[in-house]
């Protein structure tokens, strides 16, 4: 006697739950439920059900004499059937594995969006730091995954989109782009839209990802998009909409009271601060315009006025479904994101497909495509050009210039310094010389623009020969081109004759793969699984530039109407030939070992010396399991407990074409100040031979690494405890050394320097309230502390600089038994340690270049704290980082030209630096003599001085996120044509809680992501705060 | 991958024709004497005053201003002339007078680069071969670019095709003009020697003697810049670049303006003009320390024009040495009458060059004072430095050597504030040479003098 009998699962939570499997209790009949949580189902009299869903703890409920019966799954804290997808797409349980993974949700990374899809990820996964690198629209955040592992490149982790490798490229990486005013193009993982995605899952170590390559060695982001799923209609709709508003976090804090000058003597020539009282000056003087005017005014509001406040919209469709047969989702999503800099802007259209169909019962396909369009204008210059660059503009701009004033008049009135015989529009300048250009201008006709078009995707086709043996074959390519323009206009102060700069990219990565996947029982207790492949990777990148100086008509940016084009372009291409096997055996359910073996063949190393094997072993091990009744532990203290160990050895290639002698065209001679002499001059091209001297005998580059790890749970989950301790070496690096220049050359290449990380990871998570009615709060806190640390270099070599901002007196320089380091001249002291004042001019004297901090944090922590109650979920995000230094030139510049408040204390009365007087004898007494004026004290703590002064501490506590959403009860939603609504408001980026940095957000970096080094600030554009709001919709 | 040309580099060569190294360097060669090596030499040794503009404050002798010069020589202008000379060797029949011309320009870097650093890596320099190259003595240095310059000489047959235009960049592949232009290069690093070495006054006599110098204003060896952009001489670059076209970075200095007072010079509206809120010929010089004011007189913009050449070697230059070398009797023969003639040719080319007109240039002349033992030292050497007025590096060299220390013609002190008590005298070695060349001399003071300035 059967009945049907009808009901709702939903979650803990009480929302709907699609896809639970109900199974009547002892037999194979069974049904899913729909995509609003309902299910019916045919049950003989006295039957149970069995309602499963990973992630939730099965429940089995008895069927009384109801024909209804509605479920509220409780979830599985301890995790224990959670999957977790690892490399080459392949899904693993969680518990297999012998090294440590971080999984995000989709759904975590589309409550608080930001368009940098990264910098989600920021403060939520133990030993992954995020950084943003400026607040430009569009702007990149760098990805470090346990300290850097490269004495030579950026230590940026692989990204994965269903299996194939998509560029995490930037373009950005020339030093001398960066210090003469480079734009944050951003890194193109940002091309990744949050809506798409499934689960981002973080890979650490090398041991996890032995099987991608060498690439993988930096730890590896696995993105898995979303894909149609089993509804009760015949396809689901979801739309999403949010809007967000950026306005900037911090700006420096200036003095109000002082016009600009020299020694307290009025002058409109200058863009400084350093002149007399702005109340003193009475009578007739000319202002930065060259009017006479009988008082000067203060405008304290500058900065705050000048920034706007930037727009974002996202507004996404998906819509998919799935039968038996197939499944499949198509995706939209349009962002428009105007940012903080007036006239900044940035489009993405977002286009997914992700279809798979059974083609028989053994063979099945599946093609993915994603098309990702970015257009953007405007972004900002930052670092020290003096033409483009707003920050330091904005730096230089006296109180009593009116920033309104420039906004209503961007061309220079025929009072202010204009060039003999100049005719057509000139750039208002906000100095009586005429140096500094009117920002106005700047952001009105001098712009950054690009556009990326890109595709990836792949397609695969897995067949199954046996029930034990599987065949994939995967074909997967990401490229794109972008193309960009930056212009100067005629009449910009500084580049009179204007001019632009057209560089057009394209990148493409091609990968296959070939695998078979064998499974078998091997007896009653052990289980077998392997993998064997092949992979073929090809990455091709092509490049041209044209720099176009000297516009004839005003406003035509056309090569023709240059008077000098200077065209260079670049053409790279690598491959690899990769053979791999992964072999897993699984005892019991509970002791699970993994060894993988990889070959490589690299077209970038010698013919003779290409191919390297690196292997790897891992082992977990689920005490819990082995021991279920653990005799001193009672089951309900300790839930779950799982050890885990692997070692790793990658082995990888260099970049191409390192292994000739060679001699380059030229396209330019170049000095410190930039002026370049353009080639072809006089009618005469050049070529140098190259300045770095190639290798002989290139052997791969090495790493090896260490993890030992335990994962706890206690109190049924309540409580858990997640620990890693990891060892990387990285050895036989194949850098290039500095030579002597006296040599002819720069730097030579070879197997040199030893670099190694050592860390812990630590994750806590606590459940301290949970109550029948639904009300629950979960708090999570994840450490790292790393510690990098450069074993050593080529014998005799006693530092190595990584990264040089010679143009800001600093380096990043890397030194034996230290970490990476800002160096750069320090302040002459005495054997105590005390600053040397010099007793003529009460002024500290520059000494020897010294170390002046790590470019690391010595640790990093973030804690979340959720509540949720009744639909309602509340959550917060604190980021700390403690320890690292960072340089800011903006303080140097502020402070030096006298705008920065701290110049203006005390009426500018001069006083006496603390420090010490070198007597005769050689001994040293108290310094007694004050400076010889504020001026020249500030001045002199100037970057290209000695930029200690201007360094500092990088500690920071930072409220990155806050968010509430809630989700629209049932009974609600049930009057509407939808079967989900739920509402979100978050802010992020909203609080420094603690800086020891004054004037900028500490996280700014102006070296981009292309290039080693942390820690530099010149000129950045300052860093949002974001509030938004967000609506989802699912019919 | 064997067999397969993925690793040939596409963008690069693995051959290359000598000229376009040549073209290369010597375009290197000739931006950093205009550029990098003008600015910050021109205000430390007080040739022009910076007025506090720029943080390039004569005071500070702000070194971290001449950042690549050093690298730049050696890598850039020395290693690619090294390379081109193998590969000219090389060549089927050897192209000597290609050789030449490059031996000339090393000879001329070397020189150069010793005369502001001092000991200088010279013998195992930009081979690629020495892993650490020795600094070589100053005298070591200057004399083996003599002998490299006697190298080059005995290469040179005019009848044949060495490097052209448009890649010699300088004569145009007239290797009679080379030849003469090498042995000019000689008898100036003689002279900048002979006082440390007396026994260089023979050498320079019988130099004189064989003539074949720079022997007119065409003769002059210079780097010819153009007014299109990109290849503009990069000190009107400057200006244009950082102040709209608007001067007022470059100073007028004291030393240099009470010089040519003192002189009644007619050259002052040509070196200078006045600051913007100056009378027409109020000429208002600054001090070493100085700050600028609006009527602060400032380096002559006609001075900084887009298609001035950079100079290496000028005729009045060659008749100013000449002269010298005739008054303090290296040449045998000599009398002070044909010094004097030599001197005021000299100097009447020296103002014609900067567009003085012939009447006013002949007047100046010939009121000149004839040379005598007692008074060619300060006569000529005053000429001498004002005739290198647009060239700090030279300028530096003969300020140096017009006298023992503390007796330089025009004389200077050392101003406030400076982180020496004396004048500055040497550029410091670069940091990069320092970190990763142990041979690199340490412990010199900016003051401390060269070899050569005794």
Same mark, same amino acid.
């Given at each position: 006697?059967t009945?049907?009998?009808?009901?709702?699962?939903?979650?803990?939570?009480?929302?709907?739950?699609?896809?639970?499997?109900?199974?009547?209790?002892?037999?194979?009949?069974?049904?899913v439920?729909?995509?609003n949580?309902?299910?019916?189902?045919?049950? /003989?009299?006295?039957?149970?059900?069995?309602f499963?869903?990973?992630?939730?703890?099965?429940?089995?409920?008895?069927?009384?004499?109801?024909?209804?019966?509605?479920?509220?799954?409780?979830?599985?804290?301890?995790?224990?059937?959670?999957?977790?997808?690892?490399?080459?797409?392949?899904?693993?349980e969680?518990?297999?594995?012998?090294?440590a993974?971080?999984t995000?949700?989709?759904?975590?990374?589309v409550?608080?969006?930001d368009?940098?899809?990264?910098?989600?990820? *920021?403060?939520?996964?133990?030993?992954?730091?995020?950084?943003?690198?400026?607040?430009?629209?569009?702007?990149?955040?760098?990805?470090?995954?346990?300290?850097?592992?490269?004495?030579?490149?950026?230590?940026e982790?692989l990204f994965?989109v269903?299996?194939?490798?998509? =560029?995490?490229?930037?373009?950005?990486?020339?030093?001398?782009?960066?210090?003469t005013?480079?734009?944050?193009?951003?890194?193109?993982a940002?091309?990744l839209?949050?809506?798409?995605?499934?689960a981002?899952?973080?890979?650490?170590?090398?041991?996890?990802?032995a099987?991608?390559?060498?690439?993988a060695?930096?730890?590896?982001?696995?993105?898995?998009?979303?894909?149609?799923?089993v509804?009760?209609?015949?396809?689901? #709709?979801?739309?999403?909409?949010?809007?967000?508003?950026?306005?900037?976090?911090?700006?420096?804090?200036?003095?109000?009271?002082?016009?600009?000058g020299?020694?307290g003597?009025?002058n409109?020539?200058?863009?400084?601060?350093?002149?007399?009282?702005?109340?003193?000056?009475?009578?007739?003087?000319l202002?930065?315009?060259?009017?006479?005017?009988?008082?000067?005014t203060?405008?304290?509001?500058?900065?705050?006025?000048?920034?706007v406040?930037?727009?974002?919209?996202?507004?996404?469709?998906?819509?998919?479904?799935?039968?038996?047969?197939?499944?499949y989702?198509?995706?939209?999503?349009?962002?428009r994101?105007?940012?903080?800099?007036?006239?900044?802007?940035?489009?993405?259209n977002?286009?997914?497909?992700?279809?798979?169909?059974?083609?028989?019962?053994?063979?099945?396909?599946?093609?993915?495509?994603?098309y990702?369009?970015?257009?953007?204008?405007?972004?900002?210059?930052?670092?020290?050009?003096?033409?483009?660059?707003?920050?330091?503009?904005?730096?230089?701009?006296?109180?009593t210039v009116?920033?309104?004033?420039?906004?209503?008049?961007?061309?220079?009135?025929a009072?202010?310094?204009?060039?003999?015989?100049?005719?057509g529009?000139?750039?208002?300048?906000?100095?009586?010389?005429?140096?500094?250009?009117?920002?106005?201008?700047v952001?009105?006709?001098?712009?950054?623009?690009?556009?990326?078009?890109?595709?990836?995707?792949?397609?695969?086709?897995?067949?199954?020969?046996?029930?034990?043996?599987?065949?994939?074959?995967?074909?997967?390519?990401?490229?794109?081109t972008?193309?960009?323009?930056?212009?100067?206009?005629?009449?910009?102060?500084g580049?009179?004759n204007?001019q632009?700069d057209?560089?057009?990219?394209?990148?493409?990565?091609?990968?296959?793969?070939?695998?078979?996947?064998?499974?078998?029982?091997?007896?009653?207790?052990?289980?077998?699984?392997?993998?064997?492949?092949?992979?073929?990777?090809?990455?091709t990148? $092509?490049?041209?530039?044209?720099?176009?100086? !000297?516009?004839?008509?005003?406003?035509?940016?056309?090569f023709?109407?240059?008077?000098?084009?200077?065209?260079?372009?670049?053409?790279?291409?690598?491959?690899?030939? +990769?053979l791999?096997g992964?072999f897993?055996?699984?005892?019991?359910?509970?002791?699970?070992?993994n060894?993988?073996?990889?070959?490589?063949?690299?077209?970038?190393?010698?013919?003779?010396n290409?191919?390297?094997?690196?292997?790897?072993?891992s &082992?977990?091990?689920?005490?819990?399991e *082995?021991?279920p009744n653990?005799?001193?532990?009672h089951?309900?203290i300790?839930?779950?407990?799982?050890?885990?160990?692997?070692y790793?050895?990658?082995?990888?290639?260099?970049?191409?074409?390192?292994?000739?002698?060679?001699?380059?065209?030229?396209?330019?001679?170049?000095?410190?100040?930039?002026f370049?002499?353009?080639?072809?001059?006089?009618? &005469?091209?050049?070529?140098?031979?190259?300045?770095?001297?190639p290798?002989?005998?290139?052997?791969?580059?090495?790493?090896?690494?260490?993890?030992?790890?335990?994962?706890?749970?206690?109190?049924g989950?309540?409580? !858990?405890l997640?620990?890693?301790y990891?060892?990387?070496?990285?050895?036989?690096?194949?850098?290039?050394?500095?030579? /002597?220049?006296?040599?002819?050359?720069? &730097?030579?290449?070879l197997?040199?320097?030893?670099?190694?990380?050592?860390?812990?990871?630590?994750m806590?998570?606590?459940?301290?309230l949970?109550?029948?009615?639904?009300?629950?709060w979960?708090?999570?806190?994840?450490?790292?502390?790393?510690?990098?640390?450069?074993?050593?270099?080529?014998?005799?070599?006693?530092?190595f600089?990584?990264?040089?901002g010679?143009?800001f007196?600093?380096?990043?320089v890397?030194?034996?038994?230290?970490?990476?380091?800002?160096?750069?001249?320090?302040?002459?002291?005495?054997?105590?340690?005390?600053?040397?004042?010099?007793?003529?001019?009460?002024?500290?004297?520059?000494?020897?270049?010294?170390l002046?901090g790590?470019?690391?944090?010595?640790?990093?922590?973030?804690?979340?704290?959720?509540?949720?109650?009744?639909?309602?979920d509340?959550?917060?995000?604190?980021?700390?980082?403690?320890?690292?230094?960072?340089?800011?030139?903006?303080?140097?510049?502020? $402070?030096?030209?006298?705008?920065a408040?701290?110049? &203006?204390?005390?009426?500018?009365t001069?006083?006496?630096d603390?420090?010490?007087?070198?007597?005769?004898?050689?001994?040293?007494?108290?310094?007694?003599?004050?400076?010889?004026?504020?001026?020249?004290?500030?001045?002199?703590?100037d970057?290209?001085v000695?930029?200690?002064?201007?360094?500092?501490? +990088?500690?920071?506590?930072?409220?990155?996120?806050?968010r509430?959403?809630y989700?629209? /009860?049932?009974?609600?939603?049930?009057?509407? /044509?939808f079967?989900n #609504?739920?509402?979100?408001?978050?802010?992020?980026?909203?609080?420094? #809680?603690?800086?020891n940095?004054?004037?900028?957000?500490?996280?700014?970096?102006?070296?981009?992501t292309?290039?080693i080094?942390?820690?530099?600030?010149?000129? =950045?554009?300052?860093?949002?705060?974001?509030?938004?709001?967000?609506?989802?919709?699912?019919? | @991958?064997?067999?397969?040309?993925?690793?040939?580099d596409?963008?690069?060569?693995?051959?290359?024709?000598?000229a376009?190294?040549?073209?290369?360097?010597?375009?290197?060669?000739?931006?950093l004497?205009?550029?990098?090596l003008?600015?910050?030499?021109?205000l430390m040794?007080?040739?022009?005053?910076?007025g506090?503009?720029?943080?390039?404050?004569?005071a500070?002798?702000?070194?971290?201003?001449?950042?690549s010069?050093?690298?730049?020589?050696?890598?850039?202008?020395?290693k690619?002339?090294?390379?081109?000379?193998?590969?000219?060797? %090389?060549?089927q029949?050897?192209?000597?007078?290609a050789?030449?011309?490059?031996?000339?320009m090393?000879?001329?870097?070397?020189?150069?680069?010793s005369?502001?650093?001092?000991?200088?890596p010279?013998?195992?320099?930009?081979?690629?071969?020495?892993d650490?190259?020795?600094?070589?003595k100053q005298?070591?240095?200057l004399?083996?670019s003599?002998?490299?310059?006697d190298?080059?000489?005995g290469?040179?047959?005019?009848?044949? %095709?060495?490097i052209?235009?448009?890649?010699?960049?300088?004569?145009?592949?007239?290797?009679?003009?080379?030849?003469?232009?090498?042995?000019?290069?000689?008898l100036?690093i003689?002279?900048s020697m002979?006082?440390?070495?007396?026994?260089?006054?023979?050498?320079?006599?019988?130099?004189?003697?064989?003539?074949?110098?720079?022997?007119?204003?065409?003769?002059a060896?210079?780097?010819?810049?153009?007014n299109?952009?990109?290849?503009?001489?990069?000190?009107?670059?400057?200006?244009?670049?950082?102040?709209?076209?608007?001067?007022?970075?470059?100073?007028?200095?004291?030393?240099?303006?009470?010089?040519?007072?003192?002189?009644?010079?007619?050259?002052?509206?040509?070196?200078?003009?006045?600051?913007?809120?100056?009378?027409?010929n109020?000429?208002?010089a600054?001090?070493?320390v100085?700050?600028?004011?609006?009527?602060s007189?400032?380096?002559?913009?006609?001075?900084?024009?887009p298609?001035l050449?950079?100079?290496? @070697?000028?005729?009045s230059?060659?008749?100013?040495?000449?002269?010298e070398?005739?008054?303090?009797?290296?040449?045998?023969?000599?009398? @002070?009458?044909?010094?004097?003639?030599?001197?005021?040719a000299?100097?009447?080319?020296?103002?014609?060059?900067?567009?003085l007109p012939?009447?006013?240039?002949?007047?100046?002349?010939?009121?000149?004072p004839?040379?005598?033992a007692?008074?060619?030292?300060?006569?000529?050497?005053?000429?001498?430095?004002?005739?290198?007025f647009?060239?700090?590096?030279?300028?530096?060299?003969q300020?140096?050597?017009?006298?023992t220390i503390?007796?330089?013609?025009?004389?200077?002190?050392?101003?406030?504030?400076?982180?020496v008590?004396?004048l500055?005298?040497?550029?410091?070695?670069?940091?990069?040479?320092?970190?990763?060349?142990?041979?690199?001399?340490?412990?010199?003071?900016v003051?401390?003098?060269?070899?050569?300035?005794?």
């Amino acid at each position: 006697q059967t009945r049907t009998i009808t009901g709702r699962v939903s979650s803990p939570e009480n929302e709907d739950m699609p896809g639970v499997s109900i199974l009547i209790k002892g037999s194979n009949t069974g049904t899913v439920t729909t995509a609003n949580g309902t299910y019916q189902l045919a049950v /003989p009299a006295k039957s149970t059900l069995v309602f499963s869903f990973i992630g939730y703890k099965t429940m089995d409920v008895a069927v009384g004499d109801q024909t209804t019966l509605d479920v509220r799954l409780v979830a599985d804290l301890t995790n224990l059937d959670e999957v977790v997808v690892t490399a080459n797409a392949i899904v693993r349980e969680k518990k297999e594995l012998g090294y440590a993974v971080s999984t995000v949700g989709g759904s975590e990374l589309v409550k608080a969006r930001d368009p940098n899809l990264l910098n989600s990820l *920021a403060g939520r996964v133990a030993g992954v730091r995020i950084t943003q690198q400026s607040g430009s629209v569009g702007g990149s955040s760098r990805v470090v995954i346990r300290g850097a592992n490269s004495l030579s490149s950026a230590s940026e982790p692989l990204f994965v989109v269903d299996g194939i490798p998509i =560029s995490n490229s930037s373009f950005n990486n020339s030093e001398t782009d960066i210090v003469t005013g480079g734009v944050d193009v951003g890194n193109r993982a940002s091309d990744l839209n949050p809506d798409d995605i499934e689960a981002m899952t973080v890979l650490k170590g090398a041991a996890a990802s032995a099987l991608y390559g060498s690439r993988a060695r930096n730890g590896v982001i696995v993105v898995t998009t979303k894909r149609g799923k089993v509804g009760s209609k015949k396809m689901n #709709i979801t739309l999403n909409t949010s809007y967000r508003t950026d306005n900037v976090l911090k700006v420096p804090d200036l003095q109000t009271d002082y016009a600009q000058g020299n020694l307290g003597v009025y002058n409109p020539r200058l863009g400084n601060g350093w002149g007399p009282k702005i109340s003193s000056i009475t009578g007739p003087v000319l202002d930065y315009k060259g009017e006479q005017v009988q008082s000067l005014t203060a405008h304290p509001q500058n900065w705050k006025n000048f920034f706007v406040t930037g727009n974002t919209m996202i507004n996404s469709i998906a819509i998919d479904g799935a039968s038996d047969q197939g499944d499949y989702r198509v995706g939209y999503t349009n962002l428009r994101q105007t940012g903080t800099v007036p006239g900044s802007e940035l489009t993405r259209n977002t286009f997914a497909i992700n279809a798979g169909r059974k083609i028989t019962s053994r063979l099945l396909s599946r093609a993915w495509l994603n098309y990702v369009r970015t257009t953007s204008d405007g972004r900002p210059q930052q670092g020290s050009n003096t033409t483009n660059i707003i920050g330091t503009i904005l730096a230089g701009t006296p109180v009593t210039v009116d920033i309104n004033e420039l906004r209503n008049n961007l061309f220079a009135p025929a009072t202010q310094s204009v060039p003999a015989g100049w005719t057509g529009d000139l750039a208002r300048a906000i100095d009586l010389d005429g140096i500094q250009n009117n920002p106005y201008f700047v952001t009105t006709f001098n712009k950054f623009s690009n556009t990326v078009d890109r595709v990836y995707g792949g397609t695969s086709l897995s067949y199954d020969v046996a029930p034990w043996l599987n065949l994939t074959g995967r074909v997967g390519t990401d490229f794109f081109t972008e193309n960009r323009r930056s212009t100067t206009r005629r009449g910009t102060r500084g580049r009179l004759n204007g001019q632009f700069d057209t560089n057009d990219i394209f990148e493409r990565e091609l990968q296959t793969d070939l695998l078979g996947t064998v499974t078998r029982q091997l007896s009653t207790d052990w289980t077998f699984k392997g993998i064997v492949g092949h992979q073929f990777n090809q990455r091709t990148i $092509r490049r041209s530039r044209v720099l176009s100086d !000297g516009l004839n008509i005003d406003q035509l940016y056309t090569f023709a109407n240059a008077q000098s084009n200077v065209a260079s372009n670049f053409y790279s291409r690598r491959e690899i030939y +990769g053979l791999y096997g992964d072999f897993s055996f699984d005892y019991k359910n509970y002791l699970f070992l993994n060894v993988t073996g990889r070959n490589d063949w690299s077209s970038t190393l010698p013919v003779d010396n290409n191919s390297y094997f690196y292997p790897s072993a891992s &082992a977990s091990f689920v005490l819990t399991e *082995a021991f279920p009744n653990l005799g001193i532990v009672h089951k309900d203290i300790l839930s779950y407990a799982k050890l885990r160990a692997n070692y790793a050895n990658v082995g990888s290639d260099e970049d191409p074409y390192q292994l000739a002698f060679t001699y380059n065209p030229l396209t330019q001679a170049s000095d410190i100040y930039t002026f370049n002499i353009l080639y072809p001059i006089g009618g &005469a091209s050049a070529f140098g031979a190259t300045n770095v001297l190639p290798p002989t005998n290139l052997r791969p580059q090495q790493q090896t690494s260490y993890e030992f790890g335990a994962e706890l749970k206690f109190f049924g989950g309540r409580l !858990g405890l997640d620990m890693t301790y990891y060892k990387t070496f990285n050895y036989d690096q194949i850098i290039s050394i500095a030579v /002597p220049q006296s040599t002819g050359y720069s &730097a030579r290449r070879l197997n040199v320097g030893e670099l190694s990380n050592k860390g812990i990871e630590a994750m806590l998570t606590v459940t301290p309230l949970k109550t029948r009615s639904g009300f629950r709060w979960d708090a999570a806190l994840n450490f790292n502390r790393n510690v990098n640390r450069v074993e050593s270099l080529a014998p005799g070599l006693t530092e190595f600089v990584t990264t040089s901002g010679d143009g800001f007196g600093i380096f990043v320089v890397a030194k034996p038994g230290e970490t990476f380091n800002i160096q750069g001249v320090g302040w002459l002291r005495d054997p105590n340690g005390n600053i040397v004042i010099n007793p003529s001019t009460g002024l500290r004297t520059p000494g020897p270049r010294r170390l002046l901090g790590s470019i690391y944090p010595d640790w990093t922590m973030g804690i979340s704290n959720s509540v949720s109650y009744k639909g309602f979920d509340f959550s917060f995000l604190i980021d700390i980082r403690k320890g690292g230094v960072i340089n800011s030139q903006t303080v140097g510049i502020v $402070r030096s030209g006298g705008l920065a408040a701290e110049t &203006a204390i005390n009426n500018r009365t001069p006083f006496i630096d603390p420090g010490v007087i070198r007597n005769a004898d050689g001994s040293y007494r108290p310094n007694d003599v004050p400076v010889a004026s504020v001026q020249q004290y500030w001045s002199q703590l100037d970057n290209s001085v000695s930029p200690e002064t201007n360094t500092f501490d +990088g500690s920071f506590t930072k409220l990155r996120e806050v968010r509430l959403a809630y989700n629209f /009860p049932r009974a609600l939603v049930g009057k509407t /044509p939808f079967s989900n #609504i739920s509402l979100g408001v978050e802010g992020r980026n909203l609080w420094i #809680i603690h800086s020891n940095v004054p004037h900028i957000d500490p996280e700014a970096n102006v070296l981009g992501t292309g290039l080693i080094g942390e820690g530099l600030e010149r000129g =950045s554009i300052p860093s949002s705060r974001s509030i938004g709001a967000n609506l989802r919709l699912a019919f | @991958f064997r067999n397969s040309d993925i690793n040939i580099d596409p963008n690069r060569s693995t051959s290359v024709d000598p000229a376009l190294l040549f073209s290369g360097a010597s375009t290197q060669f000739s931006l950093l004497r205009v550029g990098e090596l003008t600015w910050p030499i021109a205000l430390m040794n007080q040739m022009w005053a910076s007025g506090g503009r720029w943080g390039l404050e004569q005071a500070k002798y702000d070194q971290t201003r001449v950042r690549s010069a050093w690298g730049r020589t050696y890598t850039d202008v020395l290693k690619n002339l090294n390379v081109a000379i193998e590969v000219a060797q %090389k060549a089927q029949p050897v192209n000597k007078n290609a050789v030449a011309q490059c031996k000339i320009m090393m000879a001329f870097a070397f020189a150069q680069t010793s005369l502001l650093w001092g000991d200088i890596p010279f013998s195992e320099a930009a081979t690629g071969t020495v892993d650490l190259p020795k600094f070589d003595k100053q005298v070591d240095v200057l004399t083996g670019s003599i002998a490299m310059l006697d190298e080059a000489i005995g290469l040179i047959d005019p009848n044949a %095709k060495g490097i052209i235009a448009p890649n010699d960049l300088y004569y145009g592949g007239d290797m009679t003009k080379w030849r003469k232009f090498a042995n000019s290069l000689k008898l100036r690093i003689m002279f900048s020697m002979v006082d440390a070495d007396p026994t260089k006054s023979t050498a320079i006599g019988q130099l004189i003697t064989s003539g074949n110098m720079i022997a007119s204003s065409a003769d002059a060896m210079q780097f010819k810049y153009y007014n299109q952009p990109g290849r503009q001489n990069p000190r009107f670059s400057f200006t244009a670049i950082f102040r709209g076209g608007v001067q007022s970075d470059w100073y007028c200095s004291k030393v240099v303006y009470n010089l040519l007072a003192s002189l009644n010079d007619p050259r002052i509206p040509y070196f200078y003009q006045p600051g913007p809120a100056a009378g027409a010929n109020e000429f208002v010089a600054l001090n070493s320390v100085e700050t600028y004011t609006d009527k602060s007189a400032l380096v002559n913009i006609n001075l900084l024009k887009p298609d001035l050449p950079e100079v290496s @070697f000028s005729y009045s230059e060659q008749l100013l040495l000449e002269a010298e070398a005739i008054a303090r009797g290296f040449v045998t023969g000599s009398s @002070f009458d044909m010094a004097t003639q030599r001197f005021r040719a000299g100097v009447k080319e020296s103002l014609l060059s900067l567009g003085l007109p012939t009447a006013q240039t002949d007047t100046y002349v010939a009121g000149l004072p004839a040379l005598t033992a007692a008074n060619y030292k300060t006569v000529l050497a005053q000429q001498q430095y004002l005739d290198l007025f647009m060239r700090p590096i030279e300028g530096w060299v003969q300020n140096r050597r017009s006298g023992t220390i503390g007796q330089e013609i025009p004389a200077m002190t050392t101003p406030a504030g400076a982180p020496v008590s004396g004048l500055v005298r040497r550029l410091l070695y670069r940091s990069e040479e320092i970190n990763s060349n142990p041979n690199t001399p340490t412990g010199l003071a900016v003051d401390t003098p060269l070899w050569f300035d005794k």
